[in-house]
């Protein structure tokens, strides 16, 4: 049976092209909502079937490209009710050996264009809009090589409070998700994982759709007494490291 929770409401999904995002979008489309992909990776065409589409090639590291994309999604359905953060980078590299260069790149996408965006939703935002966050397991425990990544997504937790404080009072809520291996090509090119250095439990290996349900329901009526909220979903696994 297909929901249709989301009917008529307008989500902007970014990192849409593949791995969460792509399996976001599907799901909140099968929601019934209209639907901004925004990913670097994307061109600019409309699905002229479906009339609610925007697809919007963006390059998430400069802010004024972010502030276009959302003007443009609101020049097309006229309001944003749910932003889901998804787009982010990793560095694999020793703490000593990431340079300044990589720390503002990896800053920009994982963190400043989520904090931009949410800025925006909270200006433009109508009572019952939704932020969801994707930031990682890596916020609480992490691992060699991906000092910046952790940084960013401890940092992405904390916007999200923030978030959630300001924009209570205007009916927004904001929450995070933190997943924990998900079948994507961020897992897949990890060193550690490449090498056999780190091996995974095939159970505790989520897919892309897991964690799209769980940004559905945050984004849904349903949860509308969740907010400020960071979400582990890693099949447990965290727990028994």
């Not at 670097?40 to 919007?56: D, F, M, P, Y």
């Not at 963190?111 to 949410?118: E, F, H, N, R, T």
Request: some cysteine; glycine content about 10%.
């Amino acid at each position: 049976m297909v929901s249709a929770e989301l009917e008529g409401k307008v989500a902007l999904v970014t990192g849409a092209s593949g791995g969460i995002g792509l399996a976001t979008a599907a799901v909140f489309a099968r929601a019934g909502a209209h639907l901004a992909l925004v990913d670097k990776a994307l061109g600019s065409e409309r699905n002229a079937e479906q009339g609610t589409v925007e697809r919007i090639g963006c390059d998430l590291s400069d802010g004024k490209a972010v502030s276009m994309a959302f003007e443009r999604t609101l020049d097309r359905f006229g309001r944003v009710d749910i932003l889901v953060n998804i787009a982010g980078i990793m560095i694999f590299k020793p703490l000593e050996e990431q340079s300044e260069q990589d720390w503002h790149q990896l800053l920009a996408i994982n963190l400043i264009a989520p904090a931009l965006l949410s800025g925006l939703v909270l200006r433009h935002g109508a009572p019952g809009s939704s932020i969801i966050n994707i930031a990682s397991v890596h916020a609480r425990r992490t691992s060699p090589l991906v000092a910046s990544y952790a940084a960013s997504k401890a940092a992405l937790v904390s916007l999200t409070r923030s978030t959630a404080i300001e924009g209570r009072e205007r009916g927004i809520r904001c929450n995070a998700i933190l997943p924990g291996a998900i079948d994507t090509p961020l897992l897949q090119q990890s060193p550690a994982i490449r090498s056999g250095e780190e091996s995974l439990d095939p159970a505790d290996i989520g897919q892309p759709d897991d964690i799209a349900q769980l940004a559905l329901y945050l984004a849904s009526p349903r949860a509308c007494f969740i907010t400020g909220e960071d979400i582990v979903a890693d099949h447990g696994r965290m727990g028994r490291l």
